[in-house]
């Protein structure tokens, strides 16, 4: 059974920084594409990030490139959000996602949270203004 665990949430200050974590229990995880989403109070759920299995192709939304970070340790499982300059519109709780890659797979099947088979309960990240 899949599981995907977050950790890393809290409250931090505008322009602070946190890193999110996210655990697998997944046989063959450096076999699998995972994602970053997040949802804010009253809104959809939005992609933020994106590591393919390589760890070497990743994609972010726009309005998060140049201050988050995705990352992968396929010897620990985990997959990693490194999110620097925060500001309060990236309040949300965040979810980590997982599923299959396929290398025949565009870069844009790993945008919608749609493609994905697995999700976690989320991590709350507050930043206040």
């Known amino acids: 059974q899949v599981q995907l665990v977050e950790s890393g949430g809290g409250l931090v200050q505008a322009g602070g920084s946190l890193r999110l974590s996210c655990a697998a229990s997944i046989r063959a995880f450096s076999s699998y594409g995972m994602g970053w989403f997040r949802q804010a109070p009253g809104k959809e759920r939005e992609f933020v990030a994106a590591?393919?299995?390589?760890?070497?192709?990743?994609n972010y939304a726009n309005s998060v490139k140049a201050r988050f970070t995705i990352s992968r340790d396929n010897a620990k499982n985990t997959v990693y959000l490194q999110m620097n300059s925060l500001k309060a519109e990236d309040t949300a709780v965040y979810y980590c996602a997982a599923v299959l890659d396929v290398a025949s797979n565009s870069d844009y099947y790993y945008i919608r949270a749609r493609s994905y088979a697995y999700w976690g309960q989320g991590t709350q990240v507050t930043v206040s203004s």
């Open positions: 590591i393919r299995r390589s760890g070497t192709s990743t």
